[in-house]
């Protein structure tokens, strides 16, 4: 074959190839950033997110934030720069319990509920197990954070 005709068919069957789909195009979508640096343990407010759009050189490696929900309110685990992607792995929920600070303890079961006081002995967020002391016999357990700020434990 001539090396014009040879160029010729290379290039039909690119194309081909390319129509019929085998190369990967880049999908546009819109991702949230952030607008100033956000330090670890910050919390994201939404004066602080924007949208813009992004279309992937490469694919991604991880998950990244899409929505402004997947963000306004949670606390950051690293610091999170200007423009930059934010994966959901660099996102925690706030805690609700605060290591030290007194919480309400409570066993329900039935029509039985007990409740005593307790001091965590490590942060949680809601639906976290976390370690607790209490206050009266010093023994130690562990209890589930409840949406309102309580601790549940179940007998075992």
């Given at each position: 074959m001539a090396p014009s005709l040879l160029r010729l068919v290379a290039a039909a069957v690119l194309a081909a190839g390319v129509l019929a789909g085998a190369a990967p195009a880049s999908a546009e979508g819109v991702v949230i950033v952030v607008n100033r640096i956000i330090y670890p343990g910050e919390t994201i407010g939404p004066d602080a997110i924007e949208e813009v759009a992004f279309a992937p050189?490469?694919?991604?490696?991880?998950?990244?934030?899409?929505?402004?929900?997947?963000?306004?309110?949670?606390?950051?685990?690293r610091t999170l720069l200007p423009g930059k992607l934010i994966p959901v792995s660099s996102l925690r929920e706030p805690f609700l319990v605060q290591a030290g600070s007194p919480v309400a303890v409570l066993f329900v079961q039935g029509g039985l509920t007990i409740a005593a006081t307790a001091v965590p002995l490590e942060p949680?967020?809601?639906?976290?197990?976390?370690?607790?002391?209490?206050?009266?016999?010093?023994?130690?357990?562990?209890?589930?954070?409840?949406?309102?700020?309580?601790?549940?434990?179940?007998a075992t």
């Open positions: 050189a490469k694919p991604l490696t991880s998950p990244v934030a899409t929505l402004a929900e997947d963000v306004e309110g949670k606390v950051a685990r949680g967020a809601i639906g976290a197990v976390v370690k607790l002391r209490n206050i009266d016999s010093g023994k130690v357990f562990s209890g589930i954070v409840m949406a309102d700020g309580t601790v549940r434990v179940g």
